[in-house]
């Protein structure tokens, strides 16, 4: 079955230390795979994407992702993390142009000062 | 340029009733798809809409029905509600068959 698996359900860290939240997905072929950034009470904010090409890519707001096929995972990270940093991460993959988006159950980073 | 827009923002309902969520895409946007969150999960795919066709469409019964109007703009409508129904409806943008979707600051629902 087509799924991601998102290992952390919660991590703390301190702002300035690099963080790095787990993504791991189940499909038969390289999907297109996506970071998104969820606030409380807001929509959800593309962090960056994966579609072919470099496998290591870089987002907004300092973030990258690296893709790695042998073990099917899109690890997401920032080498110092904000105050600001806090909140929900999804990581979601979709298997063709415009095809649906599948989510994982979420990352919820919390940031002591 | 507007983003995303949604409305209401929240809603309450009881078991039973009917609900309208709408949608707006971003500018130049033509593809409308709709997700529900259930508190503590990620989005579920609910369906998408282009060119006033449904073409897709997840794993959610026939109470779920949506349209999409000529300008783009989108509803969900979700008949005899249930408790379980009470999520937050999401609804995504694009163009055509681009892969990035864009979404909006969702509605929640709340079902007593």
């Known amino acids: 079955a087509q799924s991601v698996t998102q290992p952390d359900i919660h991590i703390t860290v301190s702002e300035g230390a690099s963080l790095e939240l787990r993504c791991n997905y189940s499909?038969?072929?390289?999907?297109?795979l996506f970071w998104y950034v969820q606030s409380p009470g807001q929509g959800l904010q593309l962090l960056l994407k994966?579609?072919?090409?470099?496998?290591l890519v870089q987002g907004i707001k300092g973030f990258e992702a690296e893709f790695k096929r042998s073990q099917s995972s899109f690890n997401l990270r920032k080498p110092s993390v904000h105050w600001s940093d806090a909140a929900e991460y999804f990581c979601?993959?979709?298997?063709?142009?415009?095809?649906?988006?599948?989510f994982g159950t979420g990352t919820r980073l919390q940031v002591t000062l | 340029d507007a983003g995303v827009t949604q409305s209401p923002t929240h809603l309450i309902k009881t078991r039973g009733q009917q609900v309208t969520l709408r949608c707006s895409p971003k500018?130049?946007?033509?593809?409308v798809s709709w997700y529900q969150q259930a508190l503590g999960q990620g989005p579920q795919f609910i369906f998408q809409y282009y060119e006033e066709e449904e073409r897709q469409r997840g794993n959610f019964p026939d109470r779920f029905s949506g349209h999409q109007f000529p300008n783009y703009s989108s509803e969900l409508n979700v008949n005899a509600l249930l408790l379980g129904d009470s999520a937050l409806y999401l609804c995504?943008?694009?163009?055509?068959?681009?892969?990035?979707?864009?979404f909006g600051p969702g509605t929640r629902l709340t079902v007593l």
């Open positions: 994966y579609f072919s090409g470099d496998t």
């Open positions: 995504a943008s694009t163009r055509g068959f681009k892969n990035e979707q864009f």
């Open positions: 979601a993959f979709s298997t063709g142009t415009a095809s649906k988006l599948t």
């Open positions: 500018s130049g946007h033509d593809t």
């Open positions: 499909y038969g072929a390289t999907p297109y």
